[in-house]
């Protein structure tokens, strides 16, 4: 099983709709990000959040928004979706201890395809 | 302005041979760290290989290495005996070293093709 599960994988839905991709991890890391993906490009960072109380924009926050239900949980929702917000998303945790060499750890990553 | 910079859009190999793809890095932050990560098809990242900009040596993980060249601010991976298995994205990323914060930047990647 995977150390960081997203759900879900792949979403199609339209223009104006509500969508919510959802991450969960067992890695115990404290910290969680929201990254998207475009293609030919690298990773951007949405959201990141270093513990439960603490949520912080990225490069590109707009259009988006958290929620961190637990340590192990970090939600990403787009309010309205718009087809310019399809891309591959990347959820990814990390360990402020430095235990693992500060690495960011990825998810599977979730398709998403506005229309 | 901190920056990541991989010039090879795609790069070819044949099964057995090693293969480098380039990465060069701007920062004037002293402490900073480089990662290389690859994605398959399937679209998952995998983390390969991490050097802090204070190891003395360049980081190896089995068949990955790092020739990390500080003075020319560049952090290349050398892969050896490439396997058909290799072949996919590879992304070199910087770890931003502001407060702390462990936020990465990505360079634009390289598509590696392993050949029979």
């Known amino acids: 099983d995977a150390d960081v599960t997203q759900t879900p994988r792949n979403r199609i839905t339209k223009t104006g709709k509500r969508i919510m991709l959802e991450c969960s991890q067992t890695?115990?890391?404290?910290?969680m990000y929201w990254y998207r993906q475009d293609p030919g490009l690298g990773l951007r960072l949405i959201y990141y959040s270093f513990d439960v109380k603490d949520i912080n924009k990225g490069e590109i926050s707009d259009g988006y928004s958290v929620s961190r239900q637990a340590q192990a949980k970090f939600s990403l929702s787009l309010e309205s979706a718009i087809p310019n917000q399809t891309a591959l998303y990347f959820c990814?945790?990390?360990?402020?201890?430095?235990?693992?060499?500060?690495?960011?750890?990825f998810g599977e990553g979730s398709w998403l395809t506005v229309v | 302005a901190q920056k990541i910079t991989q010039t090879q859009p795609g790069m070819f190999v044949q099964e057995k041979e090693a293969v480098t793809l380039d990465c060069t890095y701007d920062?004037?932050?002293?402490?900073?760290?480089l990662f290389w990560y690859k994605q398959p098809s399937s679209g998952e990242m995998i983390f390969l290989i991490y050097q802090g900009s204070y190891d003395q040596q360049n980081a190896t993980e089995g068949r990955y290495s790092l020739n990390f060249q500080k003075a020319r601010k560049s952090a290349n991976l050398v892969i050896s005996a490439s396997q058909l298995g290799d072949s996919a994205m590879y992304f070199c990323a910087m770890r931003r070293p502001s407060g702390g914060y462990n936020k990465l930047i990505f360079g634009a990647g390289t598509r590696l093709a392993v050949h029979p």
């Open positions: 890695k115990g890391h404290d910290r």
């Open positions: 990814a945790t990390s360990d402020s201890t430095g235990s693992s060499g500060n690495t960011i750890y």
């Open positions: 920062t004037s932050d002293p402490s900073y760290g």
